[in-house]
């Protein structure tokens, strides 16, 4: 048999792959289709039970957080321990955490009860006694010092006893408080202290003057805690009243107004900023 310079024997250790090549293998759509399924299953799992993205939409913890500040949470270290995840680090609040957490009184909208997401600082722990003397707030008989990224807000007029003092006066409707707060107020006032009861915890915004929080809707119940804010992942300068309407009209001018001015309105030294 002859052959030429360009013909090789199909045998020829030279006609072989060399060792090491990879031969390409074409994915079928069967398993491209599997691919992506397995990715959104990743994807929808640490968003459902390990992090949450969240946006700020009032100016309670200002200058902690911003209004357009979008958030970053971590649902699993102040989540309650689970035994299906045993390598997950676990703790409990404690005092000058910053939390996200179910409102514990439902809001009333279009007739339905509805339970929002808010963002506080954790005051009191399980067995605390508050109270506040012209605006300072009194933990277990010691002052403590205004949040470091306080914001000193002018307070409405008809806030202004309730903020300052308490729980000197009993919280009223009139004064934003909820029905079921106002009622159940009294029992936890010992000797002008306001007493955290088991379970549960006293949150109050770092914007204090200008802050719904625990001094007007109650304790909030350890269930209810969602997790702890990590960092500002984006930041859009914006008011309460662009997140205050959802109609679909204001929504949709609102997404073309971050389209056109997504460059110049977007605050980039909050980018990745921590929360503390």
Not at 181 to 210: L, T
């Amino acid at each position: 048999m002859t052959t030429t310079k360009n013909d090789v024997p199909e045998d020829s250790p030279s006609a072989r792959p060399a060792p090491g090549a990879e031969s390409r293998v074409d994915e079928t759509p069967l398993e491209a289709l599997a691919s992506i399924c397995s990715m959104l299953v990743v994807v929808v799992f640490i968003y459902a039970f390990m992090a949450q993205n969240f946006v700020i939409p009032s100016g309670s913890m200002e200058k902690t957080l911003l209004i357009g500040d979008h958030l970053v949470v971590d649902r699993i270290t102040l989540a309650p321990p689970a035994k299906w995840m045993p390598l997950a680090y676990y703790r409990e609040p404690r005092r000058g955490d910053v939390v996200v957490f179910i409102k514990p009184v439902a809001d009333v909208v279009g007739g339905k009860p509805v339970y929002q997401y808010l963002v506080k600082r954790l005051i009191g722990l399980p067995g605390d006694r508050i109270h506040l003397v012209k605006g300072v707030v009194y933990l277990n008989g010691v002052a403590q010092p205004a949040p470091a990224n306080g914001k000193t807000t002018d307070v409405p007029e008809y806030m202004q006893d309730f903020v300052d003092n308490f729980p000197s006066i009993p919280p009223t409707v009139d004064i934003g408080a909820t029905e079921a707060w106002a009622v159940d107020f009294p029992n936890h006032v010992k000797d002008g202290d306001i007493v955290v009861p088991a379970g549960e915890y006293f949150m109050m915004g770092d914007n204090r003057d200008f802050s719904l929080d625990s001094r007007y809707w109650g304790f909030v119940p350890r269930a209810n805690i969602v997790g702890r804010p990590l960092f500002n992942y984006w930041s859009f300068k914006a008011t309460e009243a662009d997140y205050d309407n959802t109609a679909p009209g204001a929504r949709l001018k609102w997404m073309g107004h971050v389209a056109l001015h997504f460059f110049s309105d977007t605050r980039w030294k909050r980018t990745f900023h921590v929360i503390h």
